[in-house]
C-alpha cells in the first residue's frame, strides 16, 4: 500500500545530505550519534486516556481532560504494555517510559494510594528490565475522592493533605526501587491540581501548606542516582481557572530554593509564553530539569505534539545551550480521537526530528556571526537552512536504528489495529 523509497535511494540521500551539511560545517555523523543517546519517556497515560487500572470507577478529574473515543483503548497493565512495545518498536531509539501511580496492580485488592509499595509495580519494573529500559514516576494527586474538593498537597484538612503527603512519599520510595533495579534514576515528578475555579480571597494559605507538605514529602535525602525529584508549575485547568496553588513563581522559588527540578510544561503558560526562553534562565539555578513535551491549542489542551515552531524553538535552545545532558524529556499529551499507539508514535519521532533539526544547525557560523554583531548574517543563514536536507538525515537515522521510514509505521499500527485494539470491544 505505502511506496517505500529504496534502501538504495535513502543511503544516496544521505551521502548528498552529509557532504552538503559537511559544507556548512556540520557533521552529520556527530548528529546521529548525538540524537541516538537522546531518551524520551513516554507516558503511559497516552495508552487509556488517564484513566489507570485502579477501577474504582473515578472517572479523570483535576481539570485535566481526554476527549474522543477512538477505539482500543487499553484495560489492563498488560494491554497498555504490549501497546508501548509496538510504539517503542516504531521510534528510533532507546526510550523510556512514564508511569503513573494509578497504574499499580494490586491483583484485584484495593489498596490506598498512600499504601502504594513498590510490589505493586513489579510487571512494570520486569518489563522495563527485560528491555533495558528506564522508568519514570509520578504520585496521583486526581480522580480519587480525596481530590474531588479540588484540593490535595494544599487542602485546609490535615487529614488529607497527611494522606497526600504519605502517598507522594510512597511513590518517591517506588521511584528509588525503580532506579536501583533498573541502574537509571527515576524522575518523580509531582503535579497537583490545587486551586480555584473563581477568585479567591485568600491565596496566601493554601501556598503555605503547599511549601510545608512538600518540604515533608522530600523530607528524606534519596540517593539521586535512584530517584530525583520534581516539581510542576501551572497557569490554570479546568474548575481552577481563577488561581492555581502551584503557580510557575511557587514552583520556581521552591524548586531553587529546595535544589529539585522544575518540570516546565509546554502547556502550562499562557498561549504566546514559550518555554524555550525560560531554559537558559533556570538553569542558572537548578543542576537539572524536566520537560514535558505537549501542544496546547488555544489551552493546556494536550494535544499530540508536532513539528512546529514552539517545539523546534524548545529543541534549538536545547541543542544551542549545550542543554540536553541536564534535561530529562518527558511526553505529555493525551489524545483519545485517534489511534493510541500512532499518538504516541507521531509525538516522539515529532520531538526526536525536532532536536535531530537543531543539532543539525552550523552553530559555530552562527555564533560567529552574532559574535561580530552581524544580524542580518544570522538571520539569512537561520532561514536558509531551513530547506537544508535534514530528511534525508532523519531518514538514516530510522534505517541505522531499525526504525520505519515516514509513515511506514502505519502499516504496523493498522495492522495492530486489526488484529489487537479491534478486539478490545
Ligand atoms: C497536568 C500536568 C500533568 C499531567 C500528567 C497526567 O496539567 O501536565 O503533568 O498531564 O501528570
Ligand atoms: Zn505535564
Known amino acids: 500500500m505505502s511506496h517505500n523509497p529504496s534502501e538504495r535511494n535513502l ?108 510490589e505493586h509495580f513489579s510487571a512494570w519494573r520486569d518489563w522495563a528490565k527485560a528491555d533495558g529500559r528506564g522508568l519514570d514516576f509520578n504520585p496521583t494527586l486526581f480522580s480519587h475522592p480525596l481530590a474531588a474538593s479540588g484540593f490535595t498537597l494544599s487542602h485546609a484538612d490535615a487529614g488529607i493533605r497527611q494522606f497526600w503527603i504519605d502517598h507522594c512519599i510512597a511513590c518517591r520510595h517506588i521511584g528509588a526501587s525503580f532506579g536501583q533495579t533498573l541502574g537509571t534514576p527515576a524522575i518523580t515528578n509531582i503535579w497537583i491540581p490545587d486551586g480555584f475555579k473563581d477568585t479567591p480571597v485568600d491565596r496566601q494559605s493554601p501556598r503555605a501548606r503547599l511549601l510545608t507538605a512538600l518540604d515533608e514529602v522530600l523530607a528524606e535525602k534519596l540517593d539521586p542516582a535512584h530517584n530525583r525529584d520534581a516539581v510542576e508549575p501551572k497557569l490554570f485547568g479546568l474548575g481552577s481557572e481563577s488561581y492555581v496553588v502551584g503557580s510557575h513563581e511557587f514552583y520556581l522559588g521552591y524548586a531553587v530554593s529546595r535544589q529539585v527540578m522544575l518540570c516546565l510544561d509546554a502547556g502550562h503558560f499562557h498561549p504566546t509564553e514559550s518555554i524555550a526562553d525560560k531554559i537558559s534562565s533556570v538553569l542558572n539555578y537548578l543542576p537539572e530539569i524536566l520537560l514535558h513535551v505537549s501542544r496546547g491549542v488555544r489551552w493546556d489542551s494536550d494535544h499530540v505534539v508536532t513539528q512546529t515552531d514552539d517545539l523546534l524553538a524548545i529543541t534549538q535552545e536545547l541543542v544551542r545551550g549545550g542543554f540536553l545532558g541536564r534535561t530529562h524529556l518527558g511526553l505529555d499529551y493525551f489524545d483519545a480521537s485517534i489511534n493510541r499507539v500512532a499518538a504516541w508514535v507521531i509525538g516522539a519521532r515529532s520531538t526526536l526530528r525536532a532536536l535531530l533539526l537543531a543539532m543539525l544547525e552550523p552553530r559555530q557560523e552562527l555564533c560567529a556571526l552574532e559574535q561580530s554583531g552581524d544580524y542580518t548574517g544570522r538571520l539569512a543563514v537561520l532561514e536558509a537552512i531551513k530547506t537544508l536536507p535534514a530528511g534525508a538525515v532523519w531518514d538514516q537515522f530510522c534505517l541505522t536504528q531499525g526504525a520505519p521510514i515516514g509513515a511506514q509505521f502505519m502499516d504496523d499500527i493498522r495492522s495492530y489495529e486489526r488484529t489487537v485494539l479491534a478486539q478490545r470491544g
Open 11 to 118: 543511503l544516496d540521500a544521505y551521502a548528498l545530505a552529509r557532504e552538503q551539511y559537511a559544507a556548512q560545517g556540520v557533521d552529520t555523523e556527530a548528529a546521529l550519534a548525538a540524537i541516538a543517546g537522546v531518551a524520551l519517556s513516554l507516558q503511559c497515560w497516552q495508552g487509556d486516556d488517564v484513566l489507570g487500572l485502579e477501577n474504582t470507577g473515578e472517572g479523570l478529574s483535576g481539570g485535566i481532560a481526554t476527549t474522543g473515543n477512538y477505539p482500543g483503548r487499553a484495560r489492563t497493565g498488560d494491554e497498555l504494555r504490549a501497546d508501548l512495545d509496538l510504539a517503542f518498536r516504531l521510534i528510533p531509539g532507546q526510550h523510556r517510559a512514564n508511569l503513573h501511580a494509578s497504574y499499580a496492580e494490586t491483583g484485584g485488592r484495593k489498596v490506598e494510594r498512600n499504601a502504594l509499595l513498590p
